[in-house]
């Protein structure tokens, strides 16, 4: 599997080339803009997203801890309870991705 890195620039461009109607770029960076801020304000409203053959966007509460340490600096900290974005995998994306060719890991030996 390669490790490419795929980013809004290359999404925009992507669907640009894809689409089979005349518009500027312009166009498409606006719906793709509009789509991801509206994922993130209905994620923010506590609001589940469910796309259907791709998979589901919820928010989640991850408890807080009283002692949490800060793995750069090794300081001792305390977390409050707070939100996170999870994903879950519809069928058709688990399928497809469960059929991708696995590269053979070589392992050193040391």
Avoid at 46 to 52: K, W
Wanted: glycine letters at 6%; a positive charge; aromatic letters at 6%.
């Amino acid at each position: 599997m390669s490790q490419k890195k795929v980013t809004k620039y290359n999404l925009v461009e992507s669907v640009y080339q894809k689409i089979n109607i005349k518009c500027e770029k312009r166009v498409v960076q606006e719906v793709i803009e509009n789509l991801l801020d509206q994922l993130k304000e209905s994620l923010k409203d506590g609001a589940t997203i469910e796309l259907r053959g791709f998979g589901t966007f919820e928010p989640r509460l991850r408890k807080g801890r009283a002692k949490a340490r800060n793995p750069k600096t090794g300081e001792q900290l305390s977390v409050a309870p707070h939100y996170v974005a999870a994903f879950r995998s519809g069928q058709e994306l688990k399928k497809a991705l469960w059929e991708l060719p696995v590269e053979k890991v070589e392992k050193s030996k040391k």
